[in-house]
């Protein structure tokens, strides 16, 4: 463990010069991380696992990376809790899963990956345990648990086990898609994790439907739990080798299938929140992280060494209108150091920008605006003192849209994936207050408004001086 703690923070030393490395977000010591996996409270910790490479910065031989936390925001580095066996169930990957407390023996339900990761039938589910607090992990000799989808589903995926426990049984829901149909989430049962027995889709999706949020041919990574008076089943939605955005459906759940009502993007910030995997705490409340991905070059990765970040831990809620309430958990105020006050910031038509004295790559925005007349308003951050570099963070009153304007983030052409504009539908009412939470963690943007709605982005800025806040407001309603 001794030589295992030097490396990673000697790794960690190595990489802190970079300054699109994020310094309070979670990210491994070095190369690639995607998804957050089988997050659970041990013994008064939490443990995050993650989908890592740990060899390159690039997606590839998926291990299960962990660390631990008191607090849920100050992580320490553990070994790496699965590695793809040389011959085995899962010798082309451990892919995403998650981890139960089975009468007091901690088990990952996991993908085991064996030859073309791309074929359904490759993709099996494989159980480890750990007897040691979590941070050696057993494979069980009898993998796979399940070896395949269900005969005569014509599935376009079957990956990411999701257990909960329903008095004395057990019930998985694997990410998976029906050929021609669309993403679907299929449902199992078992006494003990070991034998699981096929029941039937928990929902299908419809791939041809697009009056409400298209979610596309496979649903990854399914989360189902029960919030309020709802159920709450979110995915990610995968389409043409895609993983394109995560969402949520609310619903109810009758006789072991879930009826949706409503279907809602999870963050407007598509695959920069991607993969979520919740934590239901001591409370019965569900706490949430996604995957940051990357939106610069793979070179730009690859001479990095690193590549994708953990959002902060999000507190779900249900609010009154039916929708999902999203806020960080309370735990992230700890992070907050000396602060600065600003009040009565008046914008006019002919005053329209205001340049806040405060600077940094690193910090928490907390503003209420009352866009007034307003028809277009925001905070700009990571600006440069000649405005060649800016981004903005934007209320459209026209459009009623609640959007990260990324187009003039960076000069380098290496930022082109990352000129383009992040936005969805978003309303503050006649009186009503935009209140935002702005994180700025070096390239991390995450934007909480109104505890409705989420952006979550990243910029590369190329000055050393793009550090700049600032306020906008543009035209006057007649
Ligand atoms: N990432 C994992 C899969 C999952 C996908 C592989 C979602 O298990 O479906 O790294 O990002």
Redesign the pocket.
């Known amino acids: 463990m001794n030589s295992f703690r030097s490396q990673a923070k000697r790794l960690r030393e190595q990489m802190a010069e970079d300054p699109h490395r994020p310094h309070y977000h979670f990210l491994p010591p070095s190369n690639w991380m995607?998804?957050p996996n089988g997050v659970i409270e041990w013994n008064g910790q939490y443990h995050l696992f993650y989908?890592h490479n740990p060899n390159h910065p690039f997606?590839d031989n998926?291990h299960w990376g962990h660390a631990v936390s008191d607090d849920l925001v100050h992580w320490v580095d553990l070994p790496i809790a699965l590695t793809p066996s040389t011959s085995g169930a899962d010798e082309a990957g451990c892919?995403?899963g998650c981890t139960v407390n089975n009468n007091g023996v901690p088990t990952i339900l996991y993908?085991g990956v064996k030859g073309d990761f791309r074929l359904p039938h490759n993709q099996r589910i494989c159980i480890a345990t750990s007897t040691n607090d979590l941070v050696l992990w057993e494979k069980y000799t009898g993998n796979p648990v399940i070896s395949h989808p269900p005969d005569g589903l014509n599935v376009t995926g079957f990956?990411?086990p999701y257990v909960w426990q329903e008095g004395q049984v057990w019930y998985m829901a694997i990410?998976s898609g029906i050929q021609d149909i669309g993403g679907a989430v299929l449902l199992y049962r078992s006494k003990d994790l070991y034998g699981w027995e096929y029941m039937h889709p928990l929902c299908v999706g419809d791939k041809h439907e697009t009056s409400t949020l298209w979610t596309g041919s496979v649903w990854?990574?399914p989360q189902f739990f029960r919030l309020g008076d709802k159920y709450v089943l979110i995915v990610?939605v995968w389409d043409n080798d895609q993983?394109l955005y995560s969402a949520y459906f609310t619903g109810s759940y009758r006789d072991h299938h879930f009826i949706p009502e409503a279907v809602h993007k999870l963050d407007f910030g598509n695959q920069h929140f991607?993969?979520p995997h919740t934590m239901i705490d001591s409370q019965g409340l569900p706490i949430m992280w996604g995957?940051i991905g990357e939106s610069r070059s793979n070179e730009a990765q690859q001479a990095a060494g690193w590549a994708g970040v953990m959002s902060l831990p999000r507190a779900l809620s249900l609010r009154a209108d039916g929708k999902l309430g999203v806020c960080p958990v309370q735990a992230v105020e700890t992070l907050r150091g000396e602060h600065q006050r600003l009040t009565n910031i008046n914008l006019t038509s002919t005053s329209s920008d205001f340049s806040i004295d405060m600077q940094g790559k690193t910090f928490e925005i907390v503003a209420d605006i009352d866009p007034a007349k307003a028809l277009y308003c925001g905070i700009k951050v990571r600006c440069s003192p000649n405005s060649e570099e800016e981004t903005y963070i934007f209320y459209d009153a026209v459009r009623k849209r609640l959007g990260v304007d990324r187009r003039q983030s960076t000069i380098l052409q290496d930022g082109e994936k990352s000129h383009d504009v992040h936005e969805g539908e978003f309303e503050v009412s006649p009186g009503e207050t935009l209140c935002l939470r702005v994180f700025i963690d070096c390239s991390v943007i995450e934007v909480y408004a109104n505890n409705s709605a989420c952006i979550t982005s990243r910029v590369y800025p190329s000055r050393s001086d793009s550090t700049r806040v600032g306020v906008f407001a543009q035209g006057q309603a007649r």
Do not use: I
């Open positions: 995607n998804d989908q997606w998926m892919w995403s993908t990956r990411d990410g990854e990574v990610t993983t991607c993969a995957w």
